[in-house]
């Protein structure tokens, strides 16, 4: 599937287009999601952050109901997994910080991968790397590595 979102709602649909698209969860108080993936446990998850104060997750089973909040962060922007956990970059300028927690519908106690760094951009995690591009005027254009 394919999945997408809307001001209202995280939709889905076949990636061939030939099948309905269906409503994932429902999603209010901000104007879109800033970073989206799919992970986790089976069934699985659309994750996805606000820009503004949260990370949130839906079940990929499609019910429509509200999303769930994964975990409350200050201004969450990329989303990143390596198939064991959810990382994700918050910025507070001139700083930034990338966080982790384990796969699921919520997480109670993330781990501060780094801190103190210019604020994150994009985002991938390798076997055993995290990069990350920069998101200020200085340091535009640089690709950062830290060692997982």
């Known amino acids: 599937n394919v999945y997408f979102a809307t001001f209202s709602a995280v ?3 076949p990636v061939s287009g030939s099948g309905p698209i269906t409503k994932i969860c429902t999603i209010s ?7 989206m993936l799919v992970a986790g446990p089976l069934p699985g998850y659309v994750y996805f952050s606000d820009g503004f104060s949260a990370v949130y997750s839906c079940p990929i089973t ?3 109901a509200a999303a769930g909040m994964y975990y409350a962060d200050t201004s969450p922007s990329a989303l990143a997994t390596d198939g ?16 982790k927690c384990a796969l699921g519908a919520t997480c109670t106690t993330p781990t501060t ?13 390798g076997a055993k ?14 690709v950062y590595r830290y060692s997982k």
Do not use: E, Q
């Open 62 to 64: 499609g019910t429509g």
């Open 11 to 13: 939709f889905g649909t």
């Open 29 to 35: 108080g901000f104007s879109s999601p800033t970073s």
């Open 129 to 142: 790397d995290l990069f990350w591009t920069a998101y200020d005027t200085t340091t535009m254009g640089t």
């Open 84 to 99: 064991t956990n959810l990382y994700w970059s918050t910025s507070s300028f001139p700083t930034g910080d990338i966080k």
């Open 113 to 125: 991968v780094i801190s103190g760094i210019a604020p994150p951009g994009s985002m991938a995690v």
